[in-house]
C-alpha cells in the first residue's frame, strides 16, 4: 500500500533552516510528483511547491520562491523540503502529499502524516 | 494566482441530513477541483476529483457537481464519520490553491 512517512517534529531558532523528509513506499517513486503543502493550527491549506523525483524539476509558489529548496533522493525513496530564514510565522504543520498519475489530474491522493514544525527563540 | 472561496465557513447539522458545500473560483478551473476530508490531527484525504469523480472507496455518499466556477460537494445522508472540515483545491495551469475550509459540526 501507498505510505508517505514524515521526519519527526522539529524545533527551530528564528533565522534558521529546517529540512523535513518524506519517505514513500508502496508505489515506484520516481513515477509521480510531490507536493508540500503547510497549515496553520485548524486554519487553511497553503501550497509550497512540487517536485519531480524522475527529471528535478521543481515548480515553487511565489510566496515562497528563494526561500523553499525541494530536493529528492532517488536511491531511497526520499523527498525533502527545506525552508530558510525561518520566523515565528513558519510554524505551522507541513505536509507532503503524492500527486495522482491519472492524466490531468493532478490532485493529491496520499499524504504523509504530518511534521510540525516550531519557531521560537 | 487563483482565488478559492467556501461557504459556509461552517455548517450544523443532524446525522441524516443532506448538506451541501459551495466553492466558487476567481477565474474558470474548468473541471480542475478536488474536495478533500479533514479530522483533527489528520492529514487531508482526497474525496472527490475532476468535479465529480469519486476517489476509490469513498462512501457514494459524496457527491460533486459544478464547473468554471462554481462547484459543489453535497452528502446525501450526514453519518457520525463525516463531522470533519471539508477543503475545495483547485489543479487549474499549474498552480495549487485551496479555499478557506468549511467544519461541519454536529447540531
Known amino acids: 500500500q501507498v505510505q508517505l512517512v514524515q521526519s519527526g517534529a522539529e524545533v527551530k531558532n528564528p533565522g534558521a533552516s529546517v529540512k523535513v523528509s518524506c519517505k514513500a513506499s508502496g508505489y515506484t517513486f520516481i513515477d509521480y510528483y510531490i507536493h508540500w503543502v503547510r497549515q496553520a493550527p485548524g486554519q487553511g491549506l497553503e501550497w509550497m511547491g512540487r517536485?519531480?523525483?524522475?527529471?528535478?524539476?521543481?515548480d515553487y509558489a511565489k510566496n515562497f520562491q528563494g526561500r523553499v529548496t525541494l530536493t529528492s533522493d532517488t536511491s531511497i525513496s526520499t523527498a525533502y523540503m527545506e525552508l530558510s530564514s525561518l520566523s515565528s510565522d513558519d510554524s505551522l504543520v507541513y505536509y507532503c502529499a503524492r500527486e495522482s498519475g491519472r492524466s490531468g489530474d493532478d490532485y493529491f491522493d496520499f499524504w504523509g502524516q504530518g511534521t510540525l514544525v516550531s519557531v521560537s527563540s | 494566482d487563483i482565488q478559492m472561496t467556501q461557504s459556509p465557513s461552517t455548517l450544523s447539522a443532524s446525522v441524516g441530513d443532506r448538506v451541501a458545500i459551495t466553492c466558487r473560483a476567481s477565474?474558470?478551473?474548468?473541471?480542475?477541483l478536488a474536495w478533500y476530508q479533514q479530522k483533527p490531527g489528520k492529514a487531508p484525504k482526497v474525496l472527490i476529483y475532476?468535479?465529480?469523480s469519486l476517489e476509490s472507496g469513498v462512501p457514494s455518499r459524496f457527491s460533486g457537481s459544478g464547473s468554471g466556477t462554481q462547484f459543489t460537494l453535497t452528502i446525501s445522508s450526514l453519518q457520525p464519520d463525516d463531522f470533519a472540515t471539508y477543503y475545495c483545491q483547485q489543479y487549474n495551469s499549474y498552480s495549487w490553491t485551496f479555499g478557506q475550509g468549511t467544519k461541519v459540526e454536529i447540531k
Open positions: 517536485i519531480n523525483p524522475k527529471r528535478g524539476g521543481r
Open positions: 477565474q474558470s478551473i474548468s473541471r480542475s
Open positions: 475532476k468535479a465529480s
